[in-house]
C-alpha cells in the first residue's frame, strides 16, 4: 500500500448505529486530519492530529469521535448520526513541523446515513 | 473568519483556449495550495505557493501568489479536454508549526469541450 488508504469507501449506516472510518498513511507523515465534503459545502476541516495530539476540532459535533492510537492510523467513530451528515469523508496527512507542507489525501469513505 | 472564494464556480470553454481561475481570501496568509478533483475521486496536489510572488508551472498549468492582494491565480494555457475537473484553492492561516488545517474554496468546475 502507498500513499493514504482509507476503508471502507462506501458506507450506509442507519441513524443508531455505531461505525469507525479508518484511515492509514504509509508515507512517514507525523500530521494526519479528517475533513467532510459534501454538496452543500465547500470542503470542511473537522479535526488535526499532529504526532498523537488533537490539535483542532473545528466544532465538530460530538457524535463524531475521532481517535489517533499512532501517526499512520487515524479512525473517525460515528454514532447516532444524522442524514445531514451524508458526504464524503476525506482523510490527509503532512509533515508535521514542516510550514507549509502539503497534504495529501485519500480517496475517501463515501457515507450515506438513512 | 477566513473566507476563500474562488471565480468563477464554473467554467465550459474550448481546447486550445486560456483562461484564468482566481482564488481571493479574505486573512493574510502566504500559503496557499490549488488541488485538482477528478468526479467520485479524491483530491490530487497541483500546487504549494509559500511566499508573495510564487509562480509554479506544470505542463498547461501555472499557478501565482499575490500575498499582498490576497490573490492567487490558476491559469490555463491552450486547454485540452484531460483537464476538465474541478480546481480547488485552499488556504492555511494556521500558527506555521506544519499541522495547521486548510480552509477551502467552493471550487470550480472546469469543462473543456473538443
Known amino acids: 500500500e502507498t500513499g493514504v488508504t482509507q476503508t471502507p469507501r462506501h458506507l450506509v449506516m442507519g441513524m443508531t448505529n455505531k461505525k469507525s472510518l479508518k484511515c492509514e498513511q504509509h508515507?512517514?507523515?507525523?500530521?494526519m486530519y479528517w475533513y467532510k465534503q459534501s454538496a452543500k459545502k465547500p470542503l470542511e476541516l473537522m479535526f488535526v492530529?499532529?504526532?498523537?495530539?488533537?490539535?483542532e476540532n473545528n466544532s465538530v459535533p460530538s457524535r463524531f469521535s475521532p481517535e489517533c492510537p499512532n501517526s499512520s492510523h487515524l479512525f473517525l467513530h460515528l454514532h447516532t448520526l444524522q442524514p445531514e451528515d451524508s458526504a464524503l469523508y476525506l482523510c490527509?496527512?503532512?509533515?508535521?513541523?514542516?510550514?507549509?507542507?502539503?497534504?495529501?489525501f485519500g480517496p475517501g469513505t463515501r457515507l450515506t446515513v438513512l | 473568519e477566513l473566507k476563500v472564494e474562488q471565480n468563477p464556480l464554473f467554467l465550459s470553454m474550448q481546447e486550445g483556449k486560456n483562461y484564468t481561475i482566481y482564488c481571493n481570501y479574505s486573512t493574510t496568509s502566504d500559503r496557499l495550495y490549488w488541488y485538482r478533483q477528478d468526479p467520485g475521486k479524491s483530491l490530487e496536489s497541483l500546487f504549494v505557493l509559500l511566499s508573495n510572488g510564487a509562480v509554479k508551472q506544470e505542463g498547461r498549468l501555472m499557478a501565482s501568489l499575490d500575498t499582498k492582494a490576497r490573490l492567487s491565480t490558476l491559469h490555463i494555457t491552450a486547454a485540452v479536454h484531460d483537464l476538465s475537473a474541478t480546481y480547488f484553492c485552499a488556504v492555511d492561516i494556521g500558527s506555521g508549526g506544519g499541522a495547521d488545517g486548510l480552509t477551502f474554496g467552493k471550487g470550480t468546475h472546469l469543462i473543456i469541450q473538443p
Open positions: 508515507l512517514g507523515h507525523n500530521a
Open positions: 490527509a496527512s503532512s509533515q508535521g513541523l514542516v510550514m507549509g507542507a502539503e497534504q495529501f
Open positions: 492530529y499532529n504526532f498523537k495530539e488533537q490539535t
